[in-house]
Protein backbone atom coordinates (compact mmCIF):
# COMPACT_ATOMS: atom_id res chain seq x y z
CA UNK A 1 0.00 0.00 0.00
CA UNK A 2 1.15 3.24 -1.29
CA UNK A 3 0.13 6.77 0.88
CA UNK A 4 0.33 9.51 -1.77
CA UNK A 5 -1.19 13.39 -1.14
CA UNK A 6 -3.76 14.29 -2.55
CA UNK A 7 -2.16 16.27 -5.69
CA UNK A 8 -0.09 12.86 -6.79
CA UNK A 9 -3.75 10.99 -6.00
CA UNK A 10 -5.49 12.59 -8.50
CA UNK A 11 -2.50 12.84 -10.98
CA UNK A 12 -1.39 9.26 -10.51
CA UNK A 13 -5.39 8.75 -11.45
CA UNK A 14 -5.06 9.95 -15.10
CA UNK A 15 -2.05 7.99 -15.36
CA UNK A 16 -2.67 4.45 -13.79
CA UNK A 17 -5.70 1.92 -14.22
CA UNK A 18 -8.25 0.38 -11.58
CA UNK A 19 -5.88 -2.24 -11.05
CA UNK A 20 -2.74 -0.25 -9.60
CA UNK A 21 -4.83 2.32 -7.97
CA UNK A 22 -5.93 -0.49 -5.72
CA UNK A 23 -2.31 -0.28 -4.20
CA UNK A 24 -2.73 3.66 -3.56
CA UNK A 25 -4.86 5.44 -0.83
CA UNK A 26 -5.04 9.04 -0.27
CA UNK A 27 -2.56 9.92 3.26
CA UNK A 28 -3.59 11.27 6.17
CA UNK A 29 -2.77 15.22 7.16
CA UNK A 30 0.72 15.15 8.38
CA UNK A 31 1.77 11.95 6.67
CA UNK A 32 4.66 11.88 4.32
CA UNK A 33 3.56 11.33 0.88
CA UNK A 34 5.96 8.26 -0.96
CA UNK A 35 4.94 8.73 -4.49
CA UNK A 36 8.13 9.40 -6.75
CA UNK A 37 6.35 12.26 -8.83
CA UNK A 38 5.88 14.63 -5.26
CA UNK A 39 8.55 16.45 -6.11
CA UNK A 40 7.61 17.10 -9.25
CA UNK A 41 4.20 17.74 -9.14
CA UNK A 42 4.26 19.83 -5.80
CA UNK A 43 8.01 21.75 -6.60
CA UNK A 44 7.20 24.50 -8.73
Do not use: N, P, W
Not at 12 to 39: F, N, P
Request: charged fraction near 35%.
Amino acid sequence: MIEVCAVCFKFLQTVYDKKKMRDIRLAGEGQACKSMYHKKLVDR
